[in-house]
């Protein structure tokens, strides 16, 4: 927490976007249309007649008493809602399970992990509905959505801060632990630094790990498409990663993590969504990675179609379980799709190996970005320094390192750089190192005018 940038004075009143989020969040509506957006029932039929995938509506019910009688037409899994109900409250995930010869059907829930009758799930409702109850609140019965890009029970709640069709920010919440583990990304979905650019408050919220939907790109322009539908400088559109697509949850102009500082902002972060926020249009400066250029990011076409999509599921969902090792085959799986759009998400992918101590990556962080057509500028040498500052310990310890070593000191303008890298490579040759014996056979026979482009 000392290292981040403390927020800004006065935090909540001296900020244009926390100000608009406290005011909705007491009710005091800052546009006479956000209750209309607001309400999950009549966004979610607004939503699909624009065009855009919500969960299939399967039961709507306008009395607790309605609800307790539906038991028997129940499907075997389920998402139950209570329309006003907000940050979690009032949503059940069930899975009905075999009680053997019991005539008591019990079900499985799966956000509170334990198993319940429905009288026990509908005494629960009736308490939320007598703590928020409003004219026109109903409970309804949605279809499970099953999650994209990971195997889980509970598919990831991705929630795009949008201002003035712009994303800011993208809040990952994993809901298959208690307390729920949150990673927040810029708005192209470079993770921030955690106790830099924003902290947590862990009683509520822990820290948890990136995972990059294969179908990022997807998702940001879903967001903010959407996110233009009620006219607000900002709206977080709550969004999941579905095996089809993007699937939309709900509209929120009072994010409540924000209200009640379950998560808190560095100054810089919180100034550049009050810039948003007042209509400005920035350059996304990632990560050291270097300058995005955003509409032609935007520009790139979503096709998936060649992805191995169970290969990406595996692989992340070992990334996800605590297999650093998984970041790197996920990177190369993307890069294979020949895609402009999913090598983007790869290059998410080999940052997020190098944040994880691959050194060696750092090479293939500056060739994906000197190879991206969606940065204006970058930070290639960055990567390159950090690359070699990597490689220099394990000269004459370690054959293949040394050899990487020696590649990169050759690409440099520096003539006595590159005579030190060819000096390693011919001391590995000497060493009868195979991989450095075909290295020299190509030095010998290279064209010295393309070995900068390599």
């Not at 450095?436 to 026979?445: C, F, S």
Request: hydrophobic share 35%; proline share 5%.
């Amino acid at each position: 927490m000392n290292n981040m940038n403390p927020p800004i004075h006065n935090y909540f009143n001296d900020s244009p976007f926390l100000n608009f989020v406290a005011k909705n969040f007491h009710g005091n509506w800052t546009h006479s249309d956000i209750p209309l957006y607001a309400a999950k029932v009549r966004s979610a039929g607004l939503v699909s007649e624009s065009g855009f995938c919500v969960p299939r509506r399967l039961a709507t019910f306008e009395s607790i008493e309605d609800l307790r009688n539906a038991e028997s037409s129940l499907p075997e899994s389920f998402v139950l809602k209570y329309s006003d109900a907000h940050s979690g409250i009032g949503i059940d995930i069930l899975k009905s399970i075999d009680q053997g010869n019991t005539k008591c059907r019990m079900y499985r829930d799966i956000l509170k992990k334990k198993n319940v009758s429905w009288n026990e799930i509908c005494n629960n409702q009736e308490v939320v509905s007598e703590r928020i109850s409003r004219d026109g609140s109903v409970w309804y019965i949605e279809e499970k959505i099953e999650s994209g890009s990971i195997d889980v029970d509970i598919p990831f709640d991705y929630k795009f801060y949008c201002f003035n069709g712009q994303v800011g920010a993208i809040v990952q919440i994993d809901r298959n632990v208690n307390p729920p583990r949150v990673v927040i990304f810029d708005g192209n979905f470079f993770p921030y630094n955690y106790q830099v650019d924003y902290r947590l408050d862990e009683v509520r919220w822990r820290q948890g790990k990136p995972l990059i939907p294969f179908r990022a790109g997807e998702l940001i322009e879903c967001a903010e498409k959407l996110s233009k539908i009620p006219n607000t400088p900002f709206v977080s559109v709550d969004l999941y990663d579905g095996k089809k697509g993007p699937v939309f949850g709900e509209f929120t102009f009072s994010p409540g993590a924000t209200q009640t500082k379950m998560v808190v902002f560095s100054g810089e972060r919180l100034n550049n969504f009050d810039r948003m926020f007042n209509g400005e249009m920035l350059s996304k400066n990632v990560n050291n990675v270097g300058v995005l250029n955003v509409d032609k990011l935007r520009a790139l076409q979503s096709d998936v179609g060649s992805l191995r999509a169970d290969d990406y599921r595996a692989l992340a969902t070992a990334y996800y379980l605590g297999d650093k090792r998984s970041a790197l085959p996920i990177s190369k799986l993307l890069e294979s799709t020949n895609s402009d759009l999913l090598n983007y998400v790869s290059l998410i992918w080999s940052f997020l190996a190098s944040q994880d101590g691959d050194g060696e990556v750092n090479e293939r962080i500056a060739r994906q970005i000197f190879e991206s057509p969606v940065f204006e500028n970058d930070s290639i040498q960055h990567y390159l320094d950090k690359a070699e500052a990597f490689y220099k310990p394990y000269v004459g310890k370690h054959n293949w390192f040394t050899l990487r070593l020696g590649r990169l000191l050759r690409k440099k303008s520096d003539h006595n750089q590159k005579v030190i890298g060819e000096a390693l490579i011919r001391g590995l040759v000497e060493l009868e190192y195979g991989p450095a014996v075909r290295e020299l056979a190509n030095i010998d026979n290279e064209d010295p005018e393309n070995l900068a482009k390599k």
